[in-house]
Nanobody, 117 residues
Framework: QMQLVESGGGLVQPGGSLRLSCVASGSNFVLYRMGWYRQAPGKQRELVALFQTGGNTNYADSVKGRFTISRDNAKNTVYLQMNSLTPGDTAVYYC???????????WGQGTQVTVSS
């Protein structure tokens, strides 16, 4: 079982940037597909960015060109660089891990991102 701890959320003005981090522990990081989801108040949790098998990435249309997912296997960490933030990006952001063989899924506790002037 993998434990995921997010950080880096906060309050930012429209047009600003944030970088979220997710540190993983408890299992072999390289055997997991990593990603980020978010959930805004009153809405369902949605995919933001996800590493696909083979290293390709998948982004929600609403964040393409603004958000970038990356991972550092040496640090067991996945990042989400978020630029040109808008109030529509306000949500709790969750780190996600899926084992590539067992398909077991793990979630972090979430970090709040609020975009407001």
């Amino acid at each position: 079982q993998m434990q995921l701890v997010e950080s880096g959320g906060g309050l930012v003005q429209p047009g600003g940037s944030l970088r979220l981090s997710c540190v993983a522990s408890g299992s072999n990081f390289v055997l997991y597909r990593m990603g980020w989801y978010r959930q805004a108040p009153g809405k369902q949790r949605e995919l933001v960015a996800l590493f696909q098998t083979g290293g390709n990435t998948n982004y929600a249309d609403s964040v393409k060109g603004r958000f970038t997912i990356s991972r550092d296997n040496a640090k067991n960490t996945v990042y989400l660089q978020m630029n040109s933030l808008t109030p529509g990006d306000t949500a709790v952001y969750y780190c996600y891990a899926k084992h590539i063989l067992t398909r077991n899924e793990n979630w972090g506790q979430g970090t709040q991102v609020t975009v407001s002037s």
